[in-house]
C-alpha cells in the first residue's frame, strides 16, 4: 500500500498562486515573529512554573511565571486572528490563495492551530485556579486543567511551526516555489534561510516543550531504569525526526536539539540566580533560590546520527529519494522500513550510551555546581544519602525493556517520518 513517503515529488499539490509572487522581504512577517516570541515566552513561563512550584509552593495566580505562560499564549492567540482578519478582508489574492478558509475566514493553516491554542490556554486557567482550590497542591505535573493547558500550549506551538515551515517552503529555492519538496541547502537565499532557522527554532521549543511534559521522570537518579528509556524512545523520536525531514537546514536535527538544549539550559542556569523562599508548609528543604531544572537530556547524540541516515535516505536510491521511473512501489516501502530501523536503533542506542553514563557523572561530586545544578532539591525533599543513589522506578532495565525501547524508537521514527514528509509539503 502506498504511504505518504512514497508518492513522488510531482504528485504534491500546487500552490493555488505561484508563491514566488509574495515578496522574500516580507517572508519574516509581524505575525510569524509575534507568534514564535509567544511560544518562547511560553515555553519559558512553563519552566519558571515548575522552578517557583518546587522553590516556593502554590502561589497567587498571578505570579511572573504564571503571566509569561498566559501572555504568551495570549500573544500566539491574537497575532493569528488578526492575521486571520487582515487575510480576510485586505489580503491580496496571493495571500488569500495561501490561506485555508474556515466560517468565512481564511488565514494560515498555523495561525487557525494557534487560535485554538489560545483558547484552550485561557479557557484552563480558571479551572487550574478553581482545582487548586478544591483539591490543593499538585502531587504531580499531570492534572486535568493542566491537561488542557498542555493541549493549549501544544497548539500553540504547532501553530508557529506551521506558520514558518509553510514560509520556509514558499521560499525554499525553485523546487520549492514550482510546488515540490526542495533538498536541504539547495539556493535558500538569505529570506529561506532566515525562515529555515526560524522553523528549526519553533522545533527546538517544540522538543523543550515534551521533554518538560516528563520532566518529574528525567531525574538522573532514574536513567538506569526502564521507563526513563522507554519515555525517550517513545517521545523524541517523534520530534527530531519528523522536524528535521521538513527541515532545509544542512544539519537539522542537530540543530533542533541544539536550541532545545540551549534553551534547557538557559533555564538551569538564569532561575537560580534569584532568591526565593517557600511559603507552603511543610517545608523539608529550606531553599534560598528558584531550584533549577534537571540538566537536558544529550539528545544532541543520537540527532547527529539521524541527520547523518536521513541525508543518506534522501541521495539517488535512497529511501526518501524520489523514485526512479518504473520503480515498483514495494521496494521503495521496502527501503522506508529498513530506514525506520535505522533511526529507531541509532537512537535507542546513542540515547542508552549517552544517558547510562552522564547520569553517573550527574550523580558524581564533578557535577554538584552550578553548570551541571546537581544536587539541587524541592523544598519537599527531604535530604538524605538517597541523593546519590539510582532509584528504581518501574522495571529495571534488562532485555526486556532494551526491546521495548528498540520497538518504540522505531515506531516514533516511522511516524516522524511521516510526519516530517506532510510538513515538508505545506505551504499555507
Not at 512577517?29 to 502554590?58: E, N, P, Q, Y
Amino acid at each position: 500500500m502506498e504511504t505518504i513517503l512514497d508518492r513522488p515529488a510531482s504528485d504534491a499539490a500546487p500552490a493555488p498562486v505561484d508563491a514566488a509572487s509574495v515578496p522574500l522581504g516580507a517572508a519574516v512577517s509581524g505575525h510569524l515573529a509575534a507568534a514564535v516570541l509567544g511560544t518562547t515566552a511560553v515555553v519559558a513561563g512553563l519552566l519558571w512554573d515548575i522552578s517557583w512550584h518546587a522553590s516556593i509552593g502554590r502561589d497567587t495566580f498571578w505570579t511572573p511565571a504564571h503571566l509569561a505562560i498566559y501572555l504568551g499564549g495570549l500573544l500566539c492567540g491574537l497575532s493569528a486572528g488578526w492575521l486571520a482578519l487582515s487575510t480576510t478582508f485586505a489580503g491580496t489574492a496571493a495571500e488569500r490563495g495561501m490561506a485555508v478558509g474556515f466560517w468565512g475566514f481564511r488565514a494560515p493553516l498555523g495561525a487557525w492551530v494557534a487560535i485554538w491554542g489560545s483558547i484552550a490556554m485561557l479557557t484552563s486557567a480558571p479551572f487550574d485556579n478553581w482545582w487548586h482550590d478544591a483539591y490543593g497542591l499538585d502531587v504531580k505535573i499531570i492534572s486535568p486543567p493542566h491537561l488542557l493547558l498542555a493541549a493549549g500550549v501544544l497548539a500553540t506551538q504547532l501553530g508557529a511551526m506551521l506558520q514558518a515551515v509553510a514560509a520556509q517552503n514558499r521560499h525554499g529555492g525553485p523546487r520549492a516555489r514550482a510546488g515540490q519538496p526542495a533538498r536541504p541547502g539547495e539556493g535558500l537565499g538569505e529570506a529561506g534561510s532566515r525562515l529555515a532557522w526560524i522553523y528549526a527554532f519553533t522545533g527546538g521549543l517544540l522538543l523543550a516543550l515534551v521533554s518538560t511534559m516528563f520532566l518529574e521522570y528525567n531525574e538522573p537518579n532514574k536513567q538506569h531504569g526502564a521507563l526513563f528509556y522507554e519515555i525517550c524512545c517513545a517521545a523524541y523520536p517523534l520530534v527530531l525526526v519528523g522536524v528535521a525531514r521538513g527541515s532545509r537546514l544542512r544539519w537539522p536535527a542537530t540543530t533542533v536539539a541544539g536550541i532545545f538544549m540551549a534553551v534547557r539550559l538557559a533555564m538551569t542556569w538564569l532561575l537560580p540566580l534569584f532568591p526565593a523562599t517557600p511559603r507552603l508548609a511543610p517545608i523539608y528543604n529550606p531553599v534560598r533560590h528558584l531550584w533549577p531544572p534537571f540538566f537536558p537530556e544529550l539528545l544532541i547524540v543520537p540527532a547527529v546520527a539521524i541527520d547523518l541516515l536521513l541525508r543518506r535516505a534522501g541521495r539517488p536510491g535512497g529511501a526518501l529519494a524520489p523514485p526512479a521511473d518504473g520503480e515498483r512501489p514495494d521496494g521503495r516501502t521496502a527501503l522506508v522500513l529498513v530506514l525506520t530501523l535505522e533511526l529507531g536503533a541509532a537512537f535507542f542506542a546513542l540515547v542508552l550510551a549517552a544517558q547510562w553514563s552522564f547520569s553517573e557523572v550527574l550523580l558524581s561530586p564533578y557535577a554538584r555546581n552550578w553548570f551541571f545544578a546537581a544536587d539541587q532539591w524541592t523544598y519537599r525533599a527531604h535530604p538524605g544519602a538517597w541523593r546519590y543513589r539510582y532509584w528504581l522506578v518501574g522495571d529495571a532495565f534488562g532485555p526486556r525493556a532494551a526491546v521495548l525501547s528498540l520497538l518504540l524508537a522505531a515506531a516514533s521514527s516511522r511516524l516522524g517520518l511521516a510526519w516530517g514528509g506532510w510538513l515538508s509539503r505545506v505551504r499555507r
